[in-house]
């Protein structure tokens, strides 16, 4: 089993900026890779970002790109997602993941997640 726990969320201003951080701890040699998802109000549950734990490939959904910026630490066990430029439709509870596959396929382990909500 994988544990995941994030930190970070909060409420900012539109156009401000937010760091969420998400520690892995369990079983995690078995992890390939490790995403952010996210689920606003009314809506289901969507792809944010994602990485591969060996190589650091990345995957944006094209509503986040060129304003969130994933990042791992192999050795801690950690990745993080910093996130600039905040829209208020970007206002979810934000769920990190874990996937024993690949970046595009299912995850595994889940998070309990961490509130963002971005004021207009």
């Known amino acids: 089993q994988v544990q995941l726990v994030e930190s970070g969320g909060g409420l900012v201003q539109a156009g401000g900026s937010l760091r969420l951080s998400c520690a892995a701890s369990?079983?995690?040699?078995?992890?390939?890779?490790m995403g952010w998802f996210r689920r606003a109000p009314g809506k289901e549950r969507e792809f944010v970002v994602g990485i591969s734990w060996s190589y650091g490939r990345t995957y944006y959904a094209d509503s986040v790109k060129g304003r969130f910026t994933i990042s791992r630490d192999n050795v801690k066990n950690t990745v993080s997602l910093q996130m600039n430029s905040l829209k208020p439709e970007d206002t979810a509870v934000y769920y990190c993941?874990?996937?024993?596959?690949?970046?595009?396929?299912?995850?595994?382990?889940w998070g309990q997640g961490t509130q963002v909500t971005v004021s207009s």
């Open positions: 369990g079983r995690t040699f078995g992890i390939a890779a």
């Open positions: 993941a874990a996937s024993r596959t690949r970046v595009l396929g299912d995850y595994d382990y």
